[in-house]
């Protein structure tokens, strides 16, 4: 494959992925989370990304507001 993305992986081992969005603007309430860990880019079958998560971050997600939560896994 031939992304920025997938090569970077490819050499380093390492991705972090963000999902963000806006439950609301008013009142103005945005959430999300991210994932970073160690990676490893797949060819075969068809070319993959896979995430093997040490560190997840969340905010405004279940809590209403800018609560900020996160855990290390593993």
């Given at each position: 494959?031939?992304?920025?993305?997938?090569?970077?992986?490819?050499?380093?081992?390492?991705?972090?992925?963000?999902?963000?969005?806006?439950?609301?603007?008013?009142?103005?309430?945005?959430?999300?989370?991210?994932?970073?860990?160690?990676?490893?880019a797949?060819?075969?079958?068809?070319?993959?990304?896979?995430?093997?998560?040490?560190?997840?971050?969340?905010w405004?997600i279940?809590?209403?507001?800018?609560?900020?939560?996160?855990?290390?896994?593993?």
């Open positions: 494959m031939s992304t920025k993305k997938y090569r970077d992986i490819a050499l380093s081992g390492r991705a972090a992925l963000v999902v963000d969005d806006l439950a609301s603007t008013k009142p103005w309430r945005p959430r999300g989370s991210e994932v970073r860990g160690s990676a490893e797949i060819e075969k079958p068809e070319p993959i990304i896979r995430i093997y998560p040490e560190r997840i971050v969340a405004g279940d809590t209403g507001g800018f609560e900020r939560n996160s855990r290390s896994v593993g």
